[in-house]
C-alpha cells in the first residue's frame, strides 16, 4: 500500500502518488522503484543513489540552476536568468499486478511472469499516478503492528510446541501401559 509522504525541499526528489513505478536502467536490464531520491551525476544525468540512471534518460544541462515538475511528469531545467536550457517529460510504467514483482534488494523490483510485462506511460495518464516534487514516499509499515503480528506467531508457535510435547507424552504414557 502506498506509503505517508514527507516534504523534503530537495528538486531532485519524486514521489509518485498513486499507481506506478520509475524506470531505472539497471546495467543494460530495466528495473523498478518507487523510491524518487535522485541527483545527477558528473555527466548530468538523473540517477538513484546508486549511480544508476532514471530511464528514459533524463540529462540536466550545465549552467541548470532549477528544475521544475510537475504532477504530469513535464520538467524543466532552466538557468539563473530564468531561461529553460531544456524540457521533457518523466515517464511511469506499471504492471497488471505489480504485488508479482520480484524484489532485487536495494528498492528495486524486476518483472516476473505473475507481474506482467511493464506498461510505460505518462502520469497521470492511463490509470498512472501523478508526480510530487520535492516530497518522498515513506515506508507503509507499522512497526507497532508488526512487532505484535511477530508475538502472535510466537506465542501460537509456543502453544503448538507444548501441543505437540503433550500429545507425545500421552502416547508415551499409554505406550508403557501397554507392555
Same mark, same amino acid.
Given at each position: 500500500?502506498?506509503?505517508? /509522504?514527507?516534504?523534503?525541499?530537495?528538486?531532485?526528489?519524486?514521489?509518485?502518488?498513486?499507481?506506478?513505478?520509475?524506470?531505472?536502467?539497471?546495467?543494460?536490464?530495466?528495473? /523498478?522503484?518507487?523510491?524518487?531520491?535522485?541527483?545527477?551525476?558528473?555527466?548530468?544525468?538523473?540517477?538513484?543513489?546508486?549511480?544508476?540512471?532514471?530511464?528514459?534518460?533524463?540529462?540536466?544541462?550545465?549552467?541548470?540552476?532549477?528544475? !521544475?515538475?510537475?504532477?504530469?511528469?513535464?520538467?524543466?531545467?532552466?538557468?539563473?536568468?530564468?531561461?529553460?536550457?531544456?524540457?521533457?517529460?518523466?515517464?511511469?510504467?506499471?504492471?497488471?499486478?505489480?504485488?508479482?514483482? !520480484?524484489?532485487?534488494?536495494?528498492?528495486?523490483?524486476?518483472?516476473?511472469?505473475?507481474?506482467?510485462?511493464?506498461?510505460?506511460?505518462?502520469?497521470?495518464?492511463?490509470?498512472?499516478?501523478?508526480?510530487?516534487?520535492?516530497?518522498?514516499?515513506?515506508?507503509?509499515?507499522?512497526?507497532?503492528?508488526?512487532?505484535?503480528?511477530?508475538?502472535?506467531?510466537?506465542?501460537?508457535?509456543?502453544?503448538?510446541?507444548?501441543?505437540?510435547?503433550?500429545?507425545?507424552?500421552?502416547?508415551?504414557?499409554?505406550?508403557?501401559?501397554?507392555?
Amino acid at each position: 500500500s502506498q506509503g505517508d /509522504y514527507q516534504q523534503t525541499g530537495n528538486q531532485f526528489d519524486f514521489a509518485i502518488e498513486g499507481e506506478g513505478f520509475f524506470e531505472i536502467d539497471n546495467n543494460g536490464r530495466p528495473a /523498478y522503484t518507487r523510491a524518487g531520491n535522485f541527483k545527477v551525476n558528473s555527466t548530468g544525468d538523473l540517477t538513484n543513489s546508486e549511480g544508476l540512471r532514471l530511464t528514459p534518460v533524463i540529462n540536466i544541462p550545465q549552467g541548470s540552476v532549477l528544475l !521544475t515538475v510537475d504532477s504530469g511528469g513535464t520538467w524543466t531545467a532552466s538557468d539563473s536568468a530564468g531561461g529553460v536550457l531544456s524540457t521533457g517529460r518523466i515517464q511511469l510504467s506499471n504492471f497488471m499486478n505489480p504485488a508479482g514483482l !520480484t524484489s532485487m534488494g536495494r528498492n528495486l523490483y524486476d518483472v516476473t511472469e505473475g507481474s506482467g510485462a511493464a506498461l510505460a506511460g505518462n502520469p497521470s495518464e492511463g490509470g498512472l499516478g501523478t508526480i510530487s516534487q520535492r516530497y518522498l514516499e515513506m515506508g507503509n509499515v507499522s512497526v507497532i503492528d508488526e512487532m505484535v503480528k511477530m508475538i502472535v506467531g510466537q506465542r501460537a508457535y509456543e502453544i503448538n510446541s507444548k501441543s505437540i510435547q503433550t500429545a507425545d507424552n500421552m502416547l508415551q504414557m499409554i505406550n508403557n501401559l501397554k507392555r
